[in-house]
């Protein structure tokens, strides 16, 4: 049968981030302990709180972390229990299962206990999102102070400006006034703009890392990215500096030495991962994608995690870089919106040399599944890359099913083979 | 295996589906020499082997006479012995565009899937389309309403097209579908309407997937649901253009696996007559 046998070869200083984010994580519950004020936080507002010292969760990163510590279906578990309905989203529904947990002492693992939270800071960037907020607010007896920033998605280009306008007057009159309430003291904008400073540190080794995806053979896989992505959002801490170094270290070492992420000598495909990781099912993918000889090399979620540092201007008000950054420069916030999402496929497509796209569809998030039916279509006629559409779940197994990914995944590289032939 | 007899080389195409396992023999020539269709049940391994050697036996061959083998099909990898394994998908759109080259797009309506696939002139998937969420729209959802009407499933597209006043039927679930027959049938609607209704809710299904990748013609309809005529005229009736479909529309994929299986043996440039399976 087909014969080939391909190993994956993970780069060694991933191994480094479990303790770290367990420590992370564990800060948290600390902190409430301690009597010190906690936050949980939705969208790209955690700076905000983190910057006044306020130990302060992130949803997505607390998702995935929950989900790379085997725990989802615990915690999903739970939130069924206190009723919540298994179409929403699965994120949200992590939080509400964790609030479950956490008020009736539902059994889920230690390490990813979070505590009550003294503030909501809702980023809404989805209807999704306003549920979630009412939910946690309800669940836990209309006690915790709630404050929505409202994040919505452009739809052309040229809003941009108009909409980092309307985010800026809300992140200066409503949620900055409630930090300071809850801290009773100024905001600390000098430690948003050290935020910055060390951000923009990161996210350039990290940026001088993805050039080692332009490699064949590549010497790192997006998963090894993956993992570290946290240090680029919601952990900037010096340990994430350190981190990305090493990571840069070892990438220039296996560089040179040809050492590749696939053993026993590179990938047959490279492949572009569109929208959220798989976080509870990183290990099953990988090692289906790897069976065959690929790789997922860049994806455009993974892409949305500070691409541009060049835009962090120090001596800039530390909100309006915020600004620049989602909206008016780096435009983060146009990711969603399928003109400006082919257009950054296209390029990637090019840049990293990509034989085939997974467009992984999720089923509870639909947000980042918009237009990618048009896109794949389109990629395919412009550039002749196929591509396949995976319809599953960051976090929830039930939607999770590996026969139909691999018959997907099976006949994405059998096109590329037929296009190789021809 | 590897033998050879009257020095032709013989391969097998397999395609062990979810509900039927296929296997077709094809000499050199591109001769269709056999074929075999048996119900798939719960022990594959057996079912792929006796209906191998059903198709061998219709041919007077034997296991020994076979040069090379492809197995497609949901059980492809349980089919150890064979030489190659290739997705249905890709085998489907090898069968049909070897015998129907001017056809662009196949809707293989199957057991428990569909697909549409995007096809170019040499057979190779430009794009594909299955569906996802659950059997509504494949050969799965009419077994069940075919038992929940007490009517043998190959009788229903012949009651179909009896219909006189169609009656919608939701396609959200299989087994939602199959309650919502046993209301109709409580309030007394006619076997034939509902059949119809069932089958439109097939057509509007499939029609949903061609649009996700745009229609393309001419168009072939295979796997086992194309015998249906009630989904057929429905799908016509939906797409607004006639549709080919072969004699024998289950054996698109075997045929495209034993055809990549000449080809691996360095048979590139073989017509293959496929007369036995297409009039």
């Excluded at chain 1, 050039?211 to 896989?221: C, R």
């Excluded at chain 1, 860049?298 to 962090?312: D, L, V």
């Excluded at chain 2, 492809?70 to 759109?93: D, H, M, P, Q």
Aim: glycine residues 8%.
């Amino acid at each position: 049968m087909n014969s080939k046998e391909y190993r994956l070869n993970r780069l060694e200083t991933t191994k480094l981030v479990g303790k770290i984010f367990d420590k992370h994580w564990a800060e948290l519950r600390e902190a409430k302990q301690k009597g010190e004020k906690v936050a949980w936080c939705s969208g790209p507002t955690v700076f905000f709180p983190q910057s006044q010292g306020i130990k302060s969760h992130f949803m997505a990163g607390y998702s995935a972390y929950c989900a790379g510590r085997g725990a989802a279906e615990q915690v999903l578990e739970a939130a069924e229990a206190a009723g919540e309905l298994s179409e929403t989203c699965s994120y949200h529904r992590l939080h509400t299962g964790m609030v479950h947990a956490v008020l009736t002492g539902y059994r889920v693992k230690e390490e990813v206990i979070l505590p009550i939270p003294d503030l909501f800071i809702i980023g809404r960037l989805c209807p999704e999102m306003s549920h979630y907020a009412e939910a946690l607010f309800r669940r836990l007896g209309k006690k915790v102070k709630v404050v929505g920033v409202d994040l919505p998605p452009p739809r052309k280009v040229e809003d941009l400006e108009a909409l980092g306008e309307f985010v800026e007057n809300q992140i200066r009159e409503v949620l900055i006034p409630a930090i300071e309430e809850l801290t009773g003291k100024e905001f600390d904008y000098e430690a948003l703009r050290g935020k910055w400073d060390l951000l923009k540190k990161i996210a350039e080794v990290r940026n001088k890392c993805w050039e080692f995806f332009k490699l064949k053979p590549t010497p790192w896989t997006l998963w090894d990215y993956g993992v570290g992505m946290g240090f680029l959002f919601y952990a900037i801490k010096p340990e994430g500096l350190e981190y990305w170094n090493k990571v840069y270290e070892e990438l220039k070492e296996r560089a040179k030495n040809n050492v590749p992420a696939i053993l026993p000598d590179g990938e047959k495909y490279r492949l572009y991962w569109d929208n959220w990781i798989p976080w509870a099912f990183l290990g099953k993918t990988i090692r289906l994608l790897v069976k065959y000889g690929a790789v997922p090399i860049f994806g455009r979620y993974p892409y949305e995690f500070f691409p541009h540092p060049e835009y962090i201007n120090l001596s800039k008000d530390p909100i309006k870089t915020w600004v620049d950054l989602f909206y008016v420069k780096a435009k983060q916030a146009a990711i969603m919106m399928p003109e400006f999402a082919y257009e950054t496929i296209a390029k990637h497509v090019e840049e990293y040399r990509i034989d085939g796209i997974i467009f992984f569809s999720t089923r509870t998030c639909r947000m980042w599944n918009a237009g990618q039916r048009e896109i794949l279509n389109r990629i395919e006629r412009e550039y002749g890359i196929p591509g396949v559409i995976i319809e599953a779940d960051m976090v929830d197994s039930r939607f999770f099913n590996e026969a139909q990914i691999e018959l997907r995944l099976q006949t994405l590289f059998e096109m590329i083979d037929a296009r190789r032939k021809k | 295996m590897h033998a050879e007899k009257n020095n032709l080389k013989i391969v097998a195409g397999i395609d062990a589906g979810s509900t039927t396992t296929k296997a077709l023999i094809l000499d050199s020539t591109g001769k269709i020499l056999s074929y075999h269709i048996l119900n798939t049940g719960s022990a594959y391994w057996e079912t792929v082997k006796e209906c191998l050697s059903k198709a061998l036996e219709a041919s007077n061959l034997n296991w020994s006479n076979l040069n090379y083998v492809v197995a497609t099909g949901y059980g492809r990898k349980l089919v150890n012995f064979a030489n190659l394994e290739l997705t249905e998908i890709s085998c489907c759109a090898y069968g049909v565009a070897k015998v129907f080259p001017e056809v662009r797009m196949i809707i293989d309506i199957g057991g428990q899937d569909s697909k549409i696939i995007h096809v170019d002139r040499d057979g190779f998937v430009i794009n594909f389309v299955l569906n996802d969420k659950c059997a509504a729209g494949t050969g799965r959802f009419l077994e069940l309403i075919a038992c929940s009407l007490g009517i043998p499933v190959e009788d229903l597209g012949k009651l179909a097209i009896r219909s006189t006043k169609i009656i919608e039927v939701s396609n959200v679930c299989a087994v939602f579908a199959e309650s919502e027959v046993v209301s109709l049938r409580a309030a007394g609607a006619d076997k034939a309407d509902i059949v119809a209704g069932v089958c439109r809710a097939i057509a509007r299904r499939i029609v949903g997937f061609v649009g996700q990748i745009g229609l393309k013609t001419p168009i072939v309809v295979c796997g086992g649901v194309a015998k249906n005529l009630g989904v057929i005229r429905a799908l016509e009736e939906k797409l607004n253009t006639k549709v080919l479909v072969p004699r024998e529309p289950q054996l698109m994929s075997a045929l495209g696996a034993a055809i990549r299986g000449l080809e691996e043996l360095g048979f590139l440039k073989v017509k293959v007559d496929a007369t036995k399976l297409i009039l």
